[in-house]
């Protein structure tokens, strides 16, 4: 059974980076043609789409966070990483990392699976 | 940019009752990359429907997806008290996916 698990930091000042960490468990993340993104959801708020990375090594993101967003794979430790930069009070969230796709490459959301959460707090 | 709304936001029903809730987008949109998501209270959100009407692995038969175009449709055939909880649609246009801002079921 796949399994994804975030990890990083709880809190965040201001103006830093904010890092986050997926490790896939149960599944190689090289190894199938599917999508490996980031999801996020302010609390009380609905759920905003960060990026994804294809298994071709193409990486899309939201236009809106293009700017501050860097999603990165290590396949060897399995992992998957974000970094977003210059954060604010807007960026606190819960941070769900997820798998997309159908295994052909196709339906990027189709996000069949998903990690447990990890909230960021930016506070100064 | 397609803009996915979801109405109404809340609906306050009793379980046993049929739910219809809706999705519009702001264009047509191709219904093979639309997707309805539940949500339970701390939970991470779980993948109910794919491509408008099918539904993901493990997902009961009273769960049912329609729609084309711009008008999409989640129904619930009779509510069971662990189906009160948000629910999301979700589009994949050319490689952005764009979420509806959601409908709560609450209990009545």
């Known amino acids: 059974q796949l399994q994804l698990q975030e990890s990083g930091p709880g809190l965040e000042k201001p103006s830093e980076t904010l890092s986050l960490t997926c490790t896939v468990s149960g599944g190689s993340i090289g190894s199938t043609s599917y999508y490996w993104g980031w999801i996020r959801q302010p609390p009380g708020k609905g759920l905003e789409w960060i990026g994804s990375y294809s298994y071709s090594g193409h990486i899309h993101y939201s236009p809106s966070l293009k700017s501050r967003a860097t999603i990165s794979v290590d396949k060897s430790k399995n992992q998957f990483s974000l970094d977003l930069t210059s954060v604010t009070a807007t960026d606190t969230a819960v941070y769900y990392c997820?798998?997309?796709?159908?295994?052909?490459?196709?339906?990027?959301?189709?996000?069949?699976?998903w990690g447990q959460g990890s909230l960021v707090t930016v506070s100064s | 940019d397609i803009v996915m709304t979801q109405s109404p936001a809340t609906l306050s029903l009793s379980p046993g009752e049929r739910v219809t809730l809706s999705c519009r987008a702001s264009q047509s949109v191709d219904s093979s990359y639309l997707s309805w998501f539940q949500q339970k209270p701390g939970q991470a959100p779980r993948l109910l429907i794919y491509?408008?009407?099918t539904r993901a692995t493990g997902i009961p038969a009273r769960f049912s997806g329609s729609g084309s175009g711009t008008d999409f449709t989640l129904a619930i055939s009779s509510l069971q008290p662990e189906d009160f909880a948000v629910y999301f649609c979700?589009?994949?246009?050319?490689?952005?996916?764009?979420f509806g801002g959601g409908t709560r079921v609450e209990i009545k």
């Open positions: 491509g408008a009407s």
């Open positions: 997820t798998r997309g796709g159908d295994g052909s490459g196709r339906f990027m959301g189709r996000l069949e699976y």
């Open positions: 979700q589009h994949d246009e050319n490689f952005v996916l764009t």
